[in-house]
Nanobody, 120 residues
């Protein structure tokens, strides 16, 4: 079994910053991809930033230049540094990982979500 533990959400004023963390633990052989998604009230879940299996990084256009995804492979942890936050960034942010566990095949796992609220 694999677990994803997220942290770092909260309430911040427009223009502020937050850093999200997501640590994967459990029976992990390899992580092929890892990233962040978000879901705002009344909207579908959308990708925010991801590390693809080949190591490439992708961002949704609305966060380019403001958000930075990074990772510590030794700790199976991915981070999302969010700067210049806007009210439209308000959402529940979810971590996702594509993991090859002790019991294959590669499966997709989700964290429990962390709330990010941008408001004055």
């Amino acid at each position: 079994q694999v677990q994803l533990a997220e942290s770092g959400g909260g309430l911040v004023q427009p223009g502020g910053s937050l850093r999200l963390s997501c640590a994967a633990s459990g029976s992990i052989i390899s992580i092929y991809a890892m990233g962040w998604y978000r879901q705002a009230p009344g909207k579908q879940r959308e990708v925010v930033a991801t590390f693809a299996s080949g190591g490439s990084i992708n961002y949704v256009d609305s966060v380019k230049g403001r958000f930075t995804i990074s990772r510590d492979s030794a700790k199976n942890t991915v981070y999302l540094q969010m700067n210049s936050l806007k009210p439209e960034d308000t959402a529940v942010y979810y971590c996702n990982a594509q993991v090859l566990g002790v019991v294959g095949p590669v499966r997709s796992y989700w964290g429990q979500g962390t709330q990010v609220t941008v408001s004055s």
